[in-house]
């Protein structure tokens, strides 16, 4: 009786709901700049690097915004300019000036906006300028003005400065590293602002600021490991508490000097007690444990590694080269690790152990190897067009054993087989982190003795493969014995460079809301 009563109801009311369902969709708009830049590298990345999408191929960047997908028929989108480059050294002025103008240009053709999604990394660093991600959000918000609700995401090694807290009214990070949820948390900050805009909240009316005196390379930080698991394991759970919209912890940068360059935490919601009680949770927890973070894989001198590496009867046997790592700033020719692998009398003859070397910019003995052609000797210079501080440029002699044109970021690759190594030169440098990375070339990383790439912490493939593992200290712009690098502007005291300090102050700063 009472359901048929209710049915009777619904049919009559329903013309004036389907006229309230009318309202237009939310307008919402999307930019952003990807990288992380080194500082104590003196590579310099340019707007090319960036591999710049435009409008609407912006959305090719989210497989959860394809253009049957849930999310996006929840609102009419404007993306202006999404740009993500390979980690680097600090973008020049110009780059950066030319990809935020065009970014500026493009969100006033369509004023105005009830929210903006802001894709960033955080780790960015310009010739010249603090701050980079806190200097483009405002003005990105001189365009849009302060009653747009913007959404930003980021890596968990990006910082957070304070003006870039109070221009975003939902922030958040990834909570794995490796960054396995890279896209769901961009789905999220995504999905967290059009809740707000459609719920009719608005912005969230707390964001609680913790700024934690730690300085930590990434690679002691894997969430696969303690105590960054149960560190960031606490993270969701927190972020699901009701009166609470998101929850993040980031480690920040290591490698670049400013004042912004260190871990945060931040918690959003409209629970005031509960938003800072539990930031205050999450940066206490930090704390406690900073005395734990070691690296990801047991460490040592390159030397230390190789002779493990010989002597062990596990093959693949994996070195990570970290202090090149382009992946995280390094100029990724560095020369100083494959010289001293060249100087092992082990590896002289063509039958020693076999060792896969990736990889070394080599554009001119490129055109040498081409020219020679597969199964042809060669010789000439490697590397160190960039970095040439710890080593110059290593000779190669030997036989070309493939060459492959068409990848994205090398461009071209060729083999060159020195010895018993297998050394991969590019034409540009890009990070090898696949499995198909190595056998697209003719090598067969599962079945070489020693693998040595340019990476840190090893990435699933590689990490799923290896028979065994050291990280090799090695010199470069992302040096992971942060300790030995020249920090002038970093606050101080910080965490593990001061080793006695006082136990800091972690209570929780509300940031003013980002139209107050
Ligand atoms: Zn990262």
Known sequence: MKSSH????????????????TKPLPRIAIAGLAIESSTFSPALTDEAAFHAKYATDVFSAYPFMAADSPLRKKASWFPTIVGKSLPGGAVTRAAYESLVNKTLDSL????????????IHGAMSVVGLDDPEGDFIVRIRKVIGNQTMISTSMDLHGNVSWRLAQNSDLITCYRMAPHE????????????????????KGKPAYKAYISVPILLPGEKTSTRIEPGKSLYKQVAPAALQSGITDAAIWIGYAWADEPRNHAVVMVTGDDKQKVTRTAEQLARSFWNVR???????????????????????????YISDS????????????????????????????????????SIPAPELIKSAIAAGVGNHVEGFAGAAVDNRFAPPVKLSGTVESIVSGDKDAEVEAVIKVGSVHVIITQKRKPYH?????????????????????????????YAMRA???????????????????????QRPMFPLDK????????AKLVPLSDK
């Not at 734990?292 to 046997?317: N, R």
């Not at 090598?443 to 990476?455: E, F, G, Q, S």
């Not at 065994?468 to 970093?490: C, F, S």
């Open 6 to 21: 209710l049915s009777l109801i619904l049919l009559l009311l329903l013309p004036s709901l389907a006229l309230a369902q």
């Open 468 to 490: 065994d593992w050291l990280l090799a200290i090695t010199p470069g712009g992302v040096d992971q014995n942060i300790e030995r690098l020249p920090y002038k502007r970093i």
């Open 108 to 119: 006033k053709k369509h004023l105005p906006y009830d929210g903006l999604y802001f894709d």
């Open 434 to 462: 696949k499995e198909i990375d190595f056998t697209r070339l003719g090598l067969n990383p599962r079945t070489a003795d020693i693998v040595v790439v340019k990476i840190g912490y090893l990435e699933p493939e590689l």
């Open 291 to 317: 005395n734990q973070f070691e690296f990801v894989a047991p460490t040592g001198t390159l030397t230390e590694c190789l002779d493990k590496a010989i002597a062990s009867p596990k093959h693949p046997f």
């Open 181 to 200: 949820d890279a896209m769901q948390t961009k789905q999220r900050a995504v999905q967290n602002l059009i809740n707000r805009i459609e719920s009719g």
């Open 323 to 358: 202090g090149d790592n382009p992946t995280a700033g390094g100029a990724g020719d560095a020369t100083w690790t494959l010289t001293q692998i060249l100087a092992r009398p082990e590896f002289k003859a063509a039958n020693g152990p076999s060792l896969l070397y990736a």
């Open 500 to 507: 006695d300090m006082k136990d800091p102050d972690l209570r």
